[in-house]
Every structure is written in structure tokens, then in C-alpha cells.
């Protein structure tokens, strides 16, 4: 089968595609043929810096793809089953725990940019029947977190107003979990053509953070000088204070990415005096899947795609996520 796999020292002109062995099928497992696949932006960290301890990893989390053969004891899927893979093998349900981190696929396992995966089943989730492949493929990380952090943390409800920054998979996910409860959205972006989607999409206002760099000001205008009811954090060190700023007092800051770096300085003086909440999202568990998918289909909630690149080009994908253009996901597709 063909798989790509990240050659030392990694990087895109390290990405390969080669030939292995099908992984053999043990009991509890189920083995899937891979249809389609959605990238995020730990793909291109890792896929840039490798774990040493991972040579020739296979990259990537998120995918989705046919049941095709069922090892001893399997019960939750069958084959013919249409399944996404869960980004943590390990996280079935409850709360986070420092034992699902070595499950998580692309990075400390490997991933499933592959013709065919094996894996545990309950590592695997039924999609819902009105996504197509490429739709379905979207929802193991993106989508989770997201609907982790509007939905599953519990706290928002209609009338309350949700801080989004960008326009990528996480963001544009919130927006529509945000739509389905009825809790008003303000969106930001350096594109005014993407501000225009967002707005299109149900989001009550839209800031270009290039012509209004101290967006948080505008977020307080906005809001009355009241401030957000809840941000979602993906920007990381250069908008972390802002946020807190945006956020009003009670308010909570959702803590999910990285985009513009891992460090810098944090106002607790911000945190303490406003009385927030700083909470960390990392993807979700198996439970929080099977709840969203169900809410998906029961609103028929689609996500947004921006692209999708044949398999083949697994590293054209690649690069064009990393400009930044893309609004909503970038697909592969086999």
C-alpha cells in the first residue's frame, strides 16, 4: 500500500510517498481503506520538526474511510461501516488525562495519510449519512474542538456572544456550533472578502485585525463595553492579551491554538481583575464525537470546505494550508 511517511530531518521536501506492508489486523481492531482526509495546523508542526523517537512517521490525524475487515471481538462498527478516526485512540470518555496523550495519532503514533490503517475500534466513530467523504474528514479534530469548547463545556446559551478569531477549521466550526444554539458570534480576519463569508454564514459583526490592529477595542465597542461572553482562542502568544481584554468580566478565554507562536507575556493582572476563566482545549474525547455527529446530522450541519487535493498531492496541500488563504478546511482526497 502507499503511505508518506516523514524522512529525517522532515520537513515538505521530506514527505514521502512510499510503499509498506498492510499493517496486520489483531483482535478488537478493524481495518479501514482510506477515502479521504482534512489537514490542521499540527500537521504542519509536526511534519516540519518530527518527534526523534517517531523516524518515518505517518503523518496526520484526521480522516475517513471504509470498514473493510474486523479482527476477533469487534462490536461497535461492521464492515461496510463509513468511520472517522479519533485524533486520541485512547480517550473513550470523562475528562482528559495525561495517559491519552501517547494515543494521539500523526504525532505520538503514527497517523493515517495512508491507503489503509488498522485500528482499535473503539478509535474509529460512524459519520453522519448526509456528509460526504471529504465533510466527514473534517470533523475528528477541528470539528471536536470546537464543539468541545462551545458545546460540551456547557456554559454558553442563546443571547450570549462568542468571540472568533480567523477563519480556519476551529473557528468556522464555533461559528456554526454558535448558529445552533443560537449564541451571537463576532468574527475576525485579515480578508474582508472572508469577513463578508463569515457575515453570510449568520456571524452578527466582522473586524479586520490589519485595519483595526487593536481589534479588542472594537470587540468592546461592539458589546457596549460589556465584552464577549466566551473567546476562542487560537491565535496563541500575540493575542492572548488582547483576548483576555475582549473578554467580559466572568468571561471566559478558550485556549485551543498556536497560530502566532507558543510564548509571551500574560496579563494575570487581566485574569485576576475580570474574574475569568482560562480553560485549554485539547480535541475532545470518543463520547463528545458520537454526541456531535448526532447533533450534526439532526441540524444538518455542513462543514465548510475550502479545497481538496488528490492524494498524491498530499504536499501541495500542505502548502497552500500553511499560506493561509483557505477559509474553512483543506481536504485530500484518494
Not at 187 to 214: C, F
Request: charged share 20%; with cysteine.
Amino acid at each position: 500500500m502507499k503511505v508518506w511517511q516523514i524522512q529525517s530531518p522532515g520537513g515538505f521536501d521530506n514527505l514521502a510517498l512510499v510503499d509498506r506492508d498492510e499493517p496486520e489486523l489483531g483482535p478488537g481492531q478493524v481495518r479501514l481503506h482510506m477515502r479521504a482526509w482534512s489537514l490542521n495546523y499540527r500537521d504542519l508542526l509536526i511534519i516540519k520538526n518530527p518527534p526523534s523517537s517517531r523516524p518515518s512517521l505517518i503523518p496526520l490525524s484526521d480522516g475517513v474511510g471504509e470498514v473493510v475487515a474486523v479482527g476477533d471481538g469487534v462490536t461497535q462498527v461492521k464492515v461496510g461501516d463509513r468511520v472517522a478516526t479519533t485524533f486520541f485512540q485512547n480517550w473513550v470518555d470523562g475528562p482528559i488525562s495525561g495517559a491519552v496523550h501517547p494515543s494521539a495519532l500523526g504525532g505520538a503514533i503514527d497517523g493515517v495519510l495512508a491507503e489503509s490503517v488498522v485500528l482499535s475500534e473503539s478509535g474509529v466513530v460512524l459519520v453522519p449519512d448526509h456528509l460526504s467523504d471529504e465533510e466527514a474528514a473534517t470533523l475528528p479534530c477541528a470539528g471536536l474542538t470546537a464543539w468541545n469548547a462551545v458545546v460540551s463545556d456547557g456554559q454558553l446559551k442563546a443571547g450570549d456572544t462568542i468571540l472568533l478569531q480567523g477563519t480556519g477549521g476551529v473557528s468556522i466550526f464555533a461559528l456554526q456550533f454558535a448558529q445552533m444554539l443560537g449564541v451571537r458570534a463576532i468574527a475576525t480576519s485579515s480578508s474582508n472578502d472572508k469577513l463578508d463569508r463569515v457575515l453570510a454564514m449568520g456571524a452578527a459583526y466582522g473586524i479586520n485585525y490589519k485595519t483595526e490592529p487593536e481589534w479588542d477595542v472594537a470587540v468592546w465597542k461592539l458589546t457596549h463595553e460589556q465584552g464577549v461572553d466566551r473567546v476562542i482562542e487560537v491565535g496563541g502568544g500575540r493575542t492572548f492579551n488582547q483576548s483576555l481584554r475582549a473578554a467580559r468580566y466572568g468571561g471566559q478565554v478558550s485556549v485551543i491554538g498556536v497560530l502566532t507562536g507558543f510564548g509571551g507575556d500574560v496579563s494575570t493582572v487581566t485574569i485576576s481583575q475580570k474574574g475569568l476563566r482560562v480553560e485549554g482545549f485539547y480535541v475532545g474525547s470518543r463520547a463528545m464525537f458520537e454526541q456531535m455527529n448526532q447533533a450534526i446530522a439532526r441540524h444538518a450541519i455542513r462543514p465548510v470546505i475550502d479545497s481538496v487535493f488528490p492524494f498524491e498531492q498530499a504536499v501541495s496541500a500542505l502548502r497552500y494550508m500553511e499560506t493561509g488563504a483557505h477559509f474553512g478546511k483543506v481536504v485530500i482526497r484518494r
